[in-house]
């Protein structure tokens, strides 16, 4: 198969679609399709608990945290999060760093639910290092969030998607002087690829279609004490208490996606786990940053630091051989890699499931386009 750079819904480790082919009509014998059994039998509630025990056993997540896989996507979960965690206190606030797209997403959504603020932003140009970095291109220290004490939580976007940028560590809230205001990350994009820090976080979030399955499956994991604030308004299959309480089966989950979420946990564990995976991705950044950095054809536009390990935007000097490029790619078996419409030029999202031999496969092109077109 060609490799596949799209940001999202994205590749899949060729052994999870070859298992789940193999699976498709008759599930370990059973005589259905997982499509097929109910979400309530002895079979499907053997794959989610599995999926669920995976989960844990892969991030390490503390036994004070729910895991729960919920539909609607990282852009319903904008607006379940504000319903189901602002009512935690009685000011009714929440605050949000903006980064880029996504945060901005977030941040609209929220604006219903309540006194919504900005905590900090990179929507302006900034001096780094002696470089003039252009709004959202760089991600704003830590240190510099100003989450108001009495906030119900504060929002992040770990990994800006579109911009390519990514939160290199989070802070403890304490260290920001707001001890009780939980950290909530919409990880969607950078979901296993690299540990999480439950220390820091109160909650964090993610659509499944980049690293850990198909679209349609939403994966929540929540510390239990932030569960039961909800707003009398919250619908009821979003609230988080009554989506613990059942299971994630509340009403009828996305079965097929938390099916082939599954098989992804199992895969991962095979590939050596969370730590294991971080290290292949750090190579493989550290490769594609590498030659893009050397190149005086291509350009990376964003601020060192903020670099994201699985979003790789990229541009050609001479914009004008952006649409040979493309096609050439493609016919050179590397998919999917037109930048998003909103930042143009060319995204290089390099997910768990893209090899480094595919990164390699990448590099390879570029050097060779930029040998006949320099
Ligand atoms: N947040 C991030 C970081 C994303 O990358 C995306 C989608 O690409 C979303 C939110 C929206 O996710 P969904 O399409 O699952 O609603």
């Not at 690829?193 to 220390?199: A, E, G, K, T």
């Amino acid at each position: 198969r060609p490799w596949n750079f799209s940001a999202g819904p994205s590749a899949l480790p060729l052994e999870v679609l070859q298992q789940a082919a193999a699976e498709l009509t008759d599930w370990h014998g059973c005589g259905m399709s997982v499509m097929e059994m109910s979400h309530r039998g002895v079979q499907f509630t053997q794959i989610r608990d599995e999926a669920v025990a995976d989960l844990r056993s892969l991030l390490s997540i503390p036994d004070e945290f729910e895991v729960l896989f919920m539909q609607g996507g990282a852009t319903a979960e904008n607006a379940i999060v504000p319903l189901n965690l602002i009512g935690r206190r009685s000011a009714g606030k929440a605050d949000y760093v903006l980064t880029g797209i996504w945060s901005n997403k977030s941040y609209a959504e929220a604006q219903r639910y309540g006194d919504i603020a900005v905590a900090a932003t990179s929507g302006q140009e900034k001096v780094i290092d002696g470089v003039a970095q252009a709004p959202w291109t760089w991600y704003p220290d830590a240190g510099e969030w100003k989450p108001r004490r009495d906030a119900a939580y504060l929002h992040i976007c770990g990994n800006e998607t579109i911009g390519g940028l990514e939160c290199a560590a989070w802070p403890s809230m304490a260290s920001l002087g707001a001890p009780d205001v939980p950290l909530v990350v919409d990880v969607s994009s950078h979901f296993l690829s690299r540990p999480i820090d439950f220390s820091k976080v109160g909650m964090v979030y993610a659509g499944a279609q980049k690293n850990a399955g198909p679209a349609g499956v939403t994966v929540v994991i929540v510390r239990k004490d932030l569960i039961g604030h909800a707003l009398p308004a919250c619908p009821s299959a979003f609230n988080y208490s009554n989506v613990a309480a059942a299971g994630s089966m509340f009403n009828t989950p996305p079965t097929f996606a938390i099916y082939i979420a599954g098989l992804v946990f199992k895969w991962l564990r095979r590939q050596g786990g969370i730590e294991a995976i971080e290290q292949a991705n750090i190579a493989k950044a550290k490769a594609l940053y590498s030659f893009l950095d050397q190149s005086g054809f291509y350009v990376s536009r964003v601020q060192r630091s903020a670099r994201s390990r699985m979003n790789v935007p990229f541009f050609l000097r001479d914009e004008s051989l952006n649409a040979r490029f493309l096609e050439e790619a493609q016919a050179a078996g590397l998919l999917q890699l037109r930048g998003h419409k909103s930042v143009g030029g060319m995204r290089a999202s390099i997910y768990n499931a893209v090899p480094m031999e595919a990164v390699q496969a990448l590099i390879n092109y570029l050097q060779d386009f930029e040998r006949r077109h320099g």
